[in-house]
């Protein structure tokens, strides 16, 4: 699978909120050298479709996933009614491609066609902690 536009940097970095239920997740960057006729639509990377939106006005795609919070509550009670406050669990889609824990499998669309291309050896960036605000 061929590269259809010029890649300037390509990396992955892990995030976590700094309150408590703020969750964690990971943002893939994907930076073009030019402004391109392909976009980029989704990626598939870490077992996930994680879909691509373009920063406005610089050469940058991301794609921002969120990891499912563990905590769910439910509502168990002998009234019917009442548990069905409970939401179903969020199901996945599950990638269409085998790949390793740092490759990656980008969606584009090129004069109306859609097409794919592979990324090998997506590097890590350091962890980014997002610090909580102390309103004193």
């Not at 919070?69 to 996945?92: G, T, W, Y």
Request: hydrophobic content about 30%; proline content about 7%.
């Amino acid at each position: 699978m061929k590269t259809p536009i010029e890649l300037k940097d390509v990396y992955f970095q892990k995030w976590i909120a700094g309150v408590e239920g703020g969750g964690s997740g990971f943002m893939l960057y994907i930076e073009v050298n030019e402004k391109p006729d392909v976009q980029l639509e989704h990626a598939y990377f870490k077992g996930k479709k994680i879909e691509l939106r373009h920063k406005t006005n610089e050469l940058v795609y991301v794609g921002h996933h969120t990891y499912p919070s563990r905590k769910q509550d439910l509502s168990m009670s002998d009234d019917p009614k009442e548990e069905f406050k409970n939401q179903l669990p969020v199901v996945e889609e599950k990638p269409p491609f085998e790949l390793k824990d740092n490759e990656c499998i980008v969606a584009y669309t090129k004069n109306g066609k859609k097409g794919y291309f592979k990324l090998n050896n997506v590097p890590e960036k350091e962890l980014q902690a997002y610090p909580t605000r102390n309103n004193q």
